[in-house]
């Protein structure tokens, strides 16, 4: 299996939420990880369309997208706000159709639920199938 990872910290590989998904691919070593720091390199991707173009074709040859974010105020953070834009701005949304979602994220349980549930309709929106994810 082919899972491309959306990682929305701003911390990029030091990420805590990201060491839910390095434990993942311990445990399923035999899947293919591919784990994109959008979170820290939102600049640059905004910038370079070919960055963002390696990344959108990693999800086209994915089988499944793993959001991976931490909970900020509410929401998802502001950086991984901005990569969703993009994809709407850029109309992209047809490589994201059919695949498969889900999500990892962390917080202090404070309002986690906007987050997921944001993510959730947004992989909806894409015309993904979304499977429950895990909010440590």
């Known amino acids: 299996m082919k899972v491309c990872v959306i990682n929305g910290s701003p911390k990029g590989k030091t990420s805590v939420t990201l060491h839910s998904v390095m434990y993942l691919q311990k445990h399923f070593s035999e899947w293919d990880f591919e784990v994109f720091h959008v979170g820290q390199k939102i600049k640059a991707i905004e910038k370079d369309a070919t960055r963002f173009e390696r990344i959108m074709d990693a999800v086209r ?5 793993l959001w991976c974010y931490p909970v900020y105020t ?5 950086q991984l706000l901005q ?3 993009l994809v709407f701005q850029r109309n992209q949304g047809a490589v994201f159709a059919k695949k498969y979602a889900s999500q990892i994220s962390t917080s202090k349980h404070f309002y986690d639920h ?6 959730h309709n947004i992989s909806e929106d894409l015309g993904m199938r ?4 895990h909010c440590a």
């Not at 509410?74 to 502001?78: A, G, I, M, T």
């Not at 906007?114 to 993510?119: C, G, R």
Request: proline share 4%.
């Open 83 to 85: 990569f969703i834009d």
């Open 74 to 78: 509410f929401l998802v953070p502001y």
């Open 61 to 65: 040859v994915s089988d499944c997208v």
């Open 114 to 119: 906007t987050a997921y549930n944001y993510i």
């Open 130 to 133: 979304h499977v429950h994810g």
